[in-house]
């Protein structure tokens, strides 16, 4: 079945402890793209990807890191959590920028304290 | 950079209404406009999207409408439905730009009363 995958789906996690949150997804997508989702904010964009060992900042980057060493994951870093990025985080992917159509993760909820 | 605006925030509607959504978006250059519905605990889905070369698309009860030289675009629901209750987002994107980055608006959360 052809998704994109997040992991963890929910964490709980306590200000400074660094920690990962995984996606990939198994349609050959050149484009992929982390967002947030805060109520009342709808959706910002972190970073994103137009391929391999190409990524760059999106709208809100400030204490974010990514990567895209292979074609299917793009993992999310975040070096140093603070209460303010407690947030639902979305994975998207889509063929490429010519194609547009975004194909969401399930979401990871994260709450930091 | 891109600016899209959403209006608006909440929308109630009785069953069988129509609904109409509206975003403008604020660079000229943008030419690629989808609408995204996301269900309570969902994640967004793609729901319909529209080109700056067609001025109104429709798909069975949906339709979106876009005005290029206002630079504004319109999601139009008819005969809506308790199913159709959702939060949607419209963005808007430069198709193909090889800094490509897509803009949502902050959404409109639709309630459909039976």
């Known amino acids: 079945e052809a998704q994109v995958t997040q992991n963890p789906r929910y964490l709980i996690t306590v200000t400074g402890k660094k920690l990962t949150v995984t996606c990939s997804q198994n349609?050959?997508?050149?484009?992929m793209s982390w967002y947030r989702q805060d109520p009342g904010l709808g959706l910002r964009q972190i970073y994103y990807s137009m391929n391999v060992e190409v990524t760059d900042k999106g709208d809100v980057p400030e204490g974010y890191k990514v990567s895209r060493k292979e074609k299917r994951n793009f993992p999310l870093i975040l070096e140093s959590p603070s209460p303010n990025q407690t947030s639902l985080y979305f994975c998207?992917?889509?063929?490429?920028?010519?194609?547009?159509?975004?194909?969401f993760g399930a979401g990871s909820r994260l709450t930091v304290l | 950079g891109e600016n899209v605006e959403q209006h608006p925030s909440t929308l109630s509607v009785q069953e069988g209404d129509s609904a109409v959504i509206k975003c403008t978006y604020s660079d000229s250059a943008s030419n690629y406009f989808p609408w995204y519905k996301q269900e309570l605990g969902k994640r967004p889905q793609l729901i319909i999207d529209i080109r700056s070369n067609v001025g109104e698309k429709k798909d069975q009860r949906i339709a979106v409408t876009l005005n290029k030289t206002a630079k504004h675009f319109s999601l139009h629901i008819t005969e809506t439905q308790p199913e159709d209750s959702a939060v949607y987002f419209c963005a808007a994107s430069i198709r193909g730009g090889s800094n490509y980055k897509l803009t949502f608006g902050k959404g409109t959360l639709l309630t459909v009363n039976p």
């Open positions: 998207a992917s889509s063929l490429s920028t010519g194609a547009n159509v975004l194909t």
């Open positions: 349609m050959n997508h050149e484009y």
